[in-house]
């Protein structure tokens, strides 16, 4: 599918973008593309972040998520030694 856009930006602008390559039809949608996937990384960074303050109870303190995550590396370490 083609798409002819027409859009109304400052003339330096346009010619920044041309000195840049970026309307170059190719440069375009690539940078089209990447512009589409950091706004889904951050559509999923919220909703994410959403799911996480709907978990009921109090948050952990910064003590408990360490103990936590020394638990995990020591069952880690365990299990490298055990083999399994």
Known sequence: MTLNLQIDVPDTLVEKAKQAGILEREKFASMLERELAREKS??????MLDRVHAVPGEPLTAEEIQAEID???????AHRATGS
């Open 71 to 77: 638990a995990y590396r020591a069952e880690r370490r």
């Open 42 to 47: 951050a559509a999923d960074f919220w909703t």
